[in-house]
């Protein structure tokens, strides 16, 4: 990873524990806050515009406006990204195109294609930006660490410290990789938030299934998904097995894709008792996605632990399917 992708996921990891004590979910192709929330707001859709003031903000999607005060912090993710309104916590921006057109009253981390710091622009502590280009006439009153291509100052900043970058190809293609991965993560993490949310009896019988036979999880989860892939193909040949084939697929993309929200809240669950912490699902979730996220970007050992991890989650979401979780009684009778 480079280096302002790892700044990227430290400052990711550091906010999402702290940037949730409460949860009100949106999405929406276009997600419009036209109302105060005094809550933490996690949005995401096509379009996110934040049009009264909410708690603080965890925001994707592909056009995201923030035009009313954030009174704690501002993590968000999308194509054009643009901050009109003041924020007292911390801010953390990832995108195409980056606008910085207000108030931050903490520490600001940008990673952009472009980004605009304009003269109405003001942060209260630090600044990290890297991008293509970087366009600065704002005002920081601690350091200003920019990062980019192309590099245009013209406000202020009590210590400014500007690398040009210059790197290859294969260094630009890894960096845009890691950055991709990151904005992954981010979308993982919101998706498990709403399906605690939105499904929380299924996804807490699958959890509650991953902490209950750990190493016979494993072992079916990777006979499950060899099994899958092996039977999906044979399928698919035949030409007559082919709608079977594509269920089985689906499935096996569904399984994969929760397998570690699965194990984060159970990972959540266990620190939680382990320290006596009384903590709600979706807290214990985010404290295990947290933890597994770092965990999986160790070198080598990381792979193994994704791997395991899949496996795990994979395996206790199979039983939990094939089980009575999902599949209804029929007055006591055999299931079809």
């Excluded at 949730?20 to 929330?37: F, G, K, R, S, Y």
């Excluded at 970058?165 to 993982?188: C, K, N, T, W």
């Excluded at 689906?250 to 194990?263: D, E, H, K, P, Y």
């Excluded at 159970?266 to 807290?283: D, E, F, M």
Aim: hydrophobic share 50%; proline share 3%.
């Amino acid at each position: 990873m480079t280096r302002s992708s790892v700044l990227l996921l430290v400052l990711f990891v550091l906010l999402l524990p702290c940037a949730v004590h409460a949860l009100v979910t949106e999405t929406n192709d276009q997600v419009l806050l036209n109302q105060p929330i005094d809550d933490d707001v996690i949005a995401a859709g096509g379009k996110v515009a934040v049009n009264a003031p909410v708690r603080s903000l965890i925001a994707a999607g592909g056009e995201i406006e923030i035009n009313a005060p954030v009174e704690g912090d501002v993590i968000a993710a999308g194509g054009t990204i643009t901050l009109n309104a003041p924020v007292t916590g911390k801010v953390l921006l990832a995108g195409g195109l980056v606008t910085l057109n207000s108030s931050v009253g903490r520490n600001v981390l940008i990673h952009s294609g472009e980004v605009n710091i304009t003269s109405a622009a003001t942060v209260g502590a630090d600044a990290l930006v890297s991008g293509g280009r970087v366009f600065h006439h704002g005002d920081v009153k601690g350091n200003l660490t920019v990062s980019s291509e192309d590099f245009t100052s013209a406000g202020t900043s009590r210590h400014l410290s500007y690398t040009r970058d210059s790197a290859s190809l294969g260094e630009r293609m890894l960096g845009l990789v890691s950055f991709a991965l990151i904005l992954f993560s981010l979308g993982m993490a919101i998706l498990g938030l709403l399906a605690i949310r939105f499904a929380p009896v299924p996804y807490m019988a699958v959890e509650a299934r991953v902490r209950s036979r750990p190493l016979v999880n494993v072992l079916a989860g990777l006979g499950g998904i060899l099994g899958a892939i092996v039977l999906g193909v044979l399928l698919a040949i035949t030409v007559v097995g082919l709608p079977l084939a594509i269920c089985i697929v689906v499935v096996l993309v569904a399984g994969l894709l929760f397998a570690t929200l699965f194990v984060s809240s159970s990972l959540g669950y266990v620190i939680g008792r382990r320290l006596r912490w009384k903590t709600k699902a979706w807290q214990q979730f985010v404290i295990g996605f947290v933890i597994l996220q770092i965990a999986f970007r160790i070198p080598y050992i990381g792979l193994v632990l994704l791997a395991i991890s899949v496996c795990l989650g994979f395996g206790a979401f199979l039983f939990e399917f094939s089980g009575s979780g999902f599949i209804p009684e029929n007055n006591g009778r055999t299931r079809m």
